[in-house]
């Protein structure tokens, strides 16, 4: 071999193992530095942290709503958002204790149902009311007993009555049966419930908040209408006042969302008796127009309302709460209390509207 082409052969070799340097190069330079688009692909963790941070400052966002809403609407509010698949709650007057009014009859049905979870009740057990157990206010199952004198109806259609209808005398009914208010208080501590309270029942929880000593023919027509017309004006802003300020049905917003959480995890009842009593919740008619009109349409809904009585230009106890559940699942318990305002109807619907709208729109 001559030196010529011994330099060639050295040369070309020279140049071939360069190349192969430089495409090595450029690969280990490609696979250390990927793309943007594939950074969380390639990095689960960061992934975890990215929707960590969007879901609290879509909590962040939420409460910011929500304060906005409560701090604009005339009287005393309490709201309260819990998420339950993610244990964080947000509000205001969180811990004050407001009138629960109808929201009171889930209590009513929690001890029921955890009586027949006991086999000391049986839905199909048969309950007879008579005149003399008619209540006051929104009672639909009265005209079946004026009507027949008496009627006797099984604990699950007097139930479906009291949550879904929001049915006085039905509920009143069942609260004989099961025992009476002490019954329900007790339900109420043993499950460790926080601050729920459970009045009398409605015919003295009604009368003693409009300033009357109950008599049953009250329940006649509109006669407990007229008595309480015919008290001076003061004696029942006393009396409404007293109601107001120490309720004697009171429960907290933290407290009630709390217990909605526990009664989807069926953490209260058993599954049939917790499945029972959030499907009457999907059913219910009342309040068509307040947290249900904000939710929107590809979401689930149960809820409770409660309606209390008015002295112009305040009216009180007006409540609704519930369950939203997304279509991805998650659900959160909300709850809008009214101890008492000035505000229209319209703009008290409005403000519920405006609350599960918000829950909707920073779901996350």
Same mark, same amino acid.
């Given at each position: ?38 950074? /969380?692909? =390639?990095?689960?963790?960061? !992934?975890?942290?990215?929707? @960590?941070?969007? $879901?609290?400052? #879509? %909590?962040?966002? +939420? ?107 039905? /509920?009143? =009914?069942?609260?004989?049966? !099961?025992?009476?208010?002490? @019954?329900?208080? $007790?339900?109420? #501590? %043993?499950?460790? +419930? ?171």
């Amino acid at each position: 071999m001559n030196m010529v082409r011994y330099w060639a052969i050295i040369f070309t070799v020279s140049m071939l193992l360069g190349a192969c340097a430089s495409t090595g190069n450029k690969l280990d330079s490609s696979h250390s530095q990927p793309s943007k688009s594939g950074d /969380n692909l =390639s990095n689960p963790l960061q !992934v975890k942290r990215d929707i @960590a941070a969007e $879901r609290r400052a #879509a %909590k962040a966002a +939420l409460e910011s709503d929500i304060h906005e809403l409560w701090r604009k609407f005339p009287g005393k509010t309490g709201i309260a958002v819990r998420r339950i698949d993610g244990d964080w709650t947000i509000g205001r007057r969180l811990n004050d204790l407001f009138p629960q009014q109808s929201v009171s009859k889930i209590w009513v049905a929690m001890t029921i149902l955890d009586q027949v979870d006991k086999r000391q009740l049986s839905l199909a057990q048969p309950v007879k009311i008579t005149k003399k157990d008619l209540a006051v206010f929104h009672q639909p199952i009265r005209a079946d007993i004026l009507r027949n004198g008496e009627v006797t109806e099984s604990i699950r259609s007097l139930m479906e009555r009291a949550i879904i209808k929001s049915d006085n005398t039905a /509920n009143d =009914s069942l609260l004989r049966t !099961v025992g009476g208010p002490q @019954a329900v208080r $007790r339900f109420i #501590a %043993k499950k460790r +419930l926080g601050r729920i309270r459970f009045g009398p029942g409605e015919r003295l929880l009604q009368s003693g908040i409009a300033g009357i000593e109950w008599r049953q023919e009250y329940s006649e027509g509109r006669k407990f209408y007229t008595a309480r017309a015919n008290l001076p004006r003061e004696e029942r802003k006393r009396a409404l006042d007293k109601y107001l300020a120490n309720p004697v049905d009171g429960a907290t917003p933290d407290a009630l969302v709390n217990a909605l959480d526990r009664l989807s995890k069926y953490d209260l009842l058993t599954s049939a008796s917790s499945k029972l009593l959030l499907n009457l919740m999907t059913r219910v008619t009342s309040g068509p127009r307040r947290l249900k009109a904000g939710v929107p349409a590809q979401w689930q809904f149960l809820h409770k309302t409660g309606t209390g009585q008015d002295l112009p230009p305040v009216s009180t106890g007006y409540n609704d709460i519930g369950i939203m559940t997304a279509p991805d699942g998650t659900r959160y318990a909300v709850a809008v209390l009214l101890a008492d305002t000035t505000a229209s109807v319209p703009e008290r619907m409005r403000l519920m509207q405006s609350v599960a709208r918000a829950v909707a729109r920073h779901h996350r």
